[in-house]
């Protein structure tokens, strides 16, 4: 049989697909209760996969068991309720559906023509971010795969609308010779940040970096005179103690100064969605340009950020790209407001979130998050020998115990013990344990199932600390 025959047939009895959904359901059901990290075994069967390029083609069913059997056990629970490493969002099931869906559909937005649905949407949750955010109605919106890449664009965007105002056309002139741009930001600036001034060619040496208080948020008064030739980054959810800056009075100075103010706000421009806790973001609006994730505190699947501007002109000229085939229409034209020309549709899931939740929704699931943060803070500094460095004004808490030497034993037991998952960091040269509240599936239980671990996990290290000795 010719390979399209057996592909046509694999439509025709879909197989394949009921036995991808039977997987997936299975995996849905025991996400909350299973391993929060992949066994040693798991990890070895890995190995399976390291073979050479089949010479032959493999039953499409043979495909899909063998990437289940191997593949599943090794996976992280980061959709479950108990995982709170980095900054990792669950994934609500109505994005998780909405993009199975998607994912026959198969969509680029990169112009109208080629899915007016993808298109439709973009412009319509444009609006909605618009509007949540309180964001100026100039502001356009492109949907890209992280805050990594809308930073980049964000920061693209800035470096336009500077150079063009001093008649200079980046695009054309590039950056040899150019009028000198000024980057100022924080100390605690966000590693993406720094790759894509990297990327941009400002130089990381040539940053202004500015001081931080003991949360992490910029100095105000610390901060250089201001002018219209400085980026100034700023930060929304520091990415160990959830600060934020300032907004209000730097975003002023800096808009006295023509300055262009970009804000790095992955999981924390929500904040701004939520009653309780907008006055984190107040004066956000103020800025030019803003990134944020759908896939961490929307809790979007993965793949999912968004790039904010309120000068369309300057993000579409940054991004610009033309060829004699594009047809450009009326309507939105989705690859003008990213880098990339085909993208997948990630916007139907992103709207999907939305729509689903409303803005009630919204400021219940993440509003939760921040109470369960709060939980963990408190319910930890019960425990003798742990210690909370931050103030829990959002989703994050620094835990540390008594000396560099346990904090780093306690947090390894703690993955050992794998009753919950969480990493390391370092915060002002001091070991610490880093906690992200980002799901949406986290239970006051699964809070206080995972603070016993930690007490559990404190005490085994203090015991071979005993043993040792001995
Ligand atoms: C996660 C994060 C980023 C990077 O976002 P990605 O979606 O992983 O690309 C940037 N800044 C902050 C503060 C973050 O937390």
């Known amino acids: 049989m010719s390979l399209q025959k057996r592909i046509y047939r694999e439509i025709q009895d879909k197989t394949i697909f009921t036995n991808a959904q039977q997987y997936a359901f299975e995996y849905m059901d025991t996400v909350f209760d299973r391993n929060i990290y992949p066994t040693k075994k798991a990890l070895q069967s890995l190995s399976n996969f390291e073979e050479q390029l089949p010479a032959d083609s493999t039953e499409a ?33 109505i994005g ?25 949407l973009e412009a319509v949750v444009e609006n909605w971010l618009q509007e949540l955010f309180c964001l100026p109605t100039s502001t356009v919106a492109g949907f890209v795969s992280g805050t990594s890449t ?39 600036a966000h590693a993406t940040i720094l790759k894509a001034i990297g990327i941009l060619g400002f130089g990381i040496e040539n940053i202004e970096w500015v001081d931080v208080d003991d949360q992490g948020r910029i100095i105000a008064d610390s901060i250089p005179i201001l002018d219209d030739k400085t980026i100034l980054i700023l930060q929304a959810g520091n990415v160990n103690s959830g600060a934020f800056d300032d907004f209000e009075n730097i975003c002023a100075k800096a808009r006295e100064a023509n300055a262009w103010v970009h804000i790095d706000g992955a999981f924390g421009l929500w904040a701004g969605a939520v009653a309780k806790l907008k006055h984190l973001t107040k004066g956000m609006e103020q800025a030019s340009s803003w990134a944020v994730d759908g896939h961490k505190t929307l809790n979007t699947p993965y793949d999912c950020g968004i790039v904010l501007c309120t000068d369309k002109e300057a993000l ?14 009326k309507e939105r034209d989705g690859m003008f407001y990213t880098p990339e020309m085909s993208r997948r549709a990630r916007i139907i899931e992103l709207w999907a979130v939305m729509k689903y939740l409303g803005r009630e929704g919204i400021d219940e699931m993440i509003y939760t998050m921040h109470l369960r943060a709060q939980q963990f803070s408190s319910e930890i500094q019960r425990i003798k020998g742990f210690k909370v460095l931050n103030e829990v ?76 000795k001995n």
Not at 105 to 115: E, G, I, K, R, Y
């Open 393 to 468: 004004v959002f989703n994050q808490v620094i835990v540390q115990c008594e000396s560099d030497k346990t904090t780093t034993e306690v947090l390894s037991k703690i993955q050992e013990l794998r009753e919950c998952w969480v990493g390391g960091s370092t915060w002002f040269e001091k070991k610490i344990i880093r906690v992200s509240v980002c799901s949406w599936a986290t239970t006051e239980d699964d809070i206080t199932r995972s603070t016993i671990s930690f007490k559990k996990a404190l005490a085994q290290v203090k015991l071979s600390f005993k043993n040792n």
């Open 61 to 93: 069913k043979a495909v899909l068991t063998f990437l289940n059997t191997y593949g599943a056990p090794a996976t992280l629970p980061t959709t479950g309720g108990r995982y709170f490493g980095f900054v990792s969002g669950g994934a609500l099931p």
């Open 96 to 120: 998780i559906a909405a993009k199975s869906l998607a994912t026959f559909w198969d969509q680029a937005p990169a112009m109208h023509v080629l899915s007016p649905i993808g298109s439709q």
């Open 316 to 329: 579409k000229s940054s991004l610009h790209m033309s060829g004699s085939y594009i047809v450009e229409s």
């Open 150 to 188: 809308a930073n980049l664009c964000g920061l693209s965007a800035a470096r336009f609308r500077i150079l063009e105002k001093l008649d200079w056309n980046v695009n054309k002139k590039g950056l040899f010779n150019a009028p000198k741009i000024r980057i100022v930001t924080g100390r605690h």
